[in-house]
């Protein structure tokens, strides 16, 4: 795997969901990128923090934030193993991340089952890389779930 490519990251962000899935979490994990490194990385944690906002993508934000000491993500992308909802497009949107990279699209619950205009204008998405790996985690945990 190509070091600084969208697999390179992607896999990172799938190292993150399988700490959820280790956890008990719906694993979904996220890394956030600033001039090819990682200033960010976050697993969802809403049972670990009882907080129904405690997405991957939502702790990354926070994180990158805080490391670049701005509000504004404006020149990072996120990776991200399953597409996000309408709250963490939301917060994408306000934060102006440059760039939205997810894995798994999310038919139910992913942010392009609401409305195509929730991510600011200037943001970029792509999605399918690394997409087997993160459905398949994501169908392991919920199989696991029901019995």
């Given at each position: 795997?190509?070091?600084?490519s969208?697999e ?12 959820a ?5 719906i694993?979904?994990?996220a ?6 490194r ?15 906002t ?8 926070t994180?990158a934030?805080?490391?670049l000491g701005?509000k ?26 440059s ?13 392009r089952?609401?409305q ?5 204008p ?10 087997a790996?993160?459905e ?5 945990f919920?199989?696991?779930?029901r019995?």
């Amino acid at each position: 795997m190509e070091l600084f490519s969208d697999e390179y990251y992607m896999n990172e962000a799938l190292k993150q969901a399988e700490y959820a899935f280790e956890e008990g979490e719906i694993p979904v994990g996220a890394v956030i990128v600033s001039n090819n490194r990682i200033i960010a990385r976050a697993y969802n944690q809403t049972e670990k923090l009882n907080d129904v906002t405690a997405h991957a993508e939502m702790l990354a934000i926070t994180s990158a934030a805080n490391t670049l000491g701005a509000k504004y993500l404006i020149d990072c992308k996120l990776y991200v193993t399953l597409e996000p909802c309408l709250m963490c497009a939301g917060a994408l949107f306000w934060s102006q991340i440059s760039e939205i990279h997810f894995a798994a699209s999310d038919p139910k619950r992913g942010f392009r089952n609401k409305q195509a205009d929730v991510l600011h204008p200037k943001t970029k998405w792509t999605e399918g890389t690394l997409a087997a790996e993160s459905e398949s985690l994501l169908q392991t945990f919920f199989q696991k779930l029901r019995k």
